[in-house]
């Protein structure tokens, strides 16, 4: 465990070196850190202790069915972790995002930095927001549920965004 966590610390060193030489933007800051362990709880702990509001998490893909979208990792920390998650797959080169998709089961809240986020993510590169519920049977969607999609078409206005339904 000792050798395993020094490695990746000088790893990390170097990464942070190289991310000093590019241009600065005043609103990112860079820390590393270094643990042993299980992964989403770690992730998990650092996003509660340190206020993250977006994880960008690089994927490789997976063996199986998860290979059709990302890596077990990045699909256990969407799934797991309460924090904005931007995948990026690992040959993608930059360009604007044309399309930014939000999937929603309209049962949880939203909370208003994630929201904040993504607005500003959907204005500044005047992108189209997608919002997909995706639903297991041809139900009718709960008050509750009906009360988050309506708080969301209401606090989106302004944006360009679409909201689609696929069982």
Not at 21 to 37: S, W
């Amino acid at each position: 465990e000792e050798s395993i966590l020094s490695e990746n610390k000088e790893k990390m060193k170097g990464l942070l070196q190289r991310i000093e030489r590019l241009p600065v933007n005043t609103r990112h800051t860079f820390q590393t850190e270094v643990l042993y362990g299980f992964f989403t709880d770690h992730i998990k702990e650092e996003v509660r202790k340190k206020n993250i509001d977006l994880i960008v998490m690089g994927t490789k893909g997976a063996s199986g069915l998860k290979a059709v979208s990302m890596g077990s990792n990045t699909g256990n920390v969407i799934t797991k972790v309460p924090c904005a998650v931007l995948a990026v797959p690992e040959n993608a080169t930059y360009s604007r995002p044309k399309e930014v998709g939000f999937p929603t089961d309209y049962i949880l809240g939203y909370e208003p930095k994630v929201m904040e986020n993504i607005k500003e993510l959907v204005l500044l590169h005047h992108s189209v927001l997608r919002v997909l519920y995706v639903s297991s049977k041809d139900d009718n969607l709960t008050h509750s549920q009906v009360k988050n999609q309506e708080f969301l078409k209401e606090y989106l206005s302004g944006t360009e965004c679409s909201f689609h339904t696929l069982t």
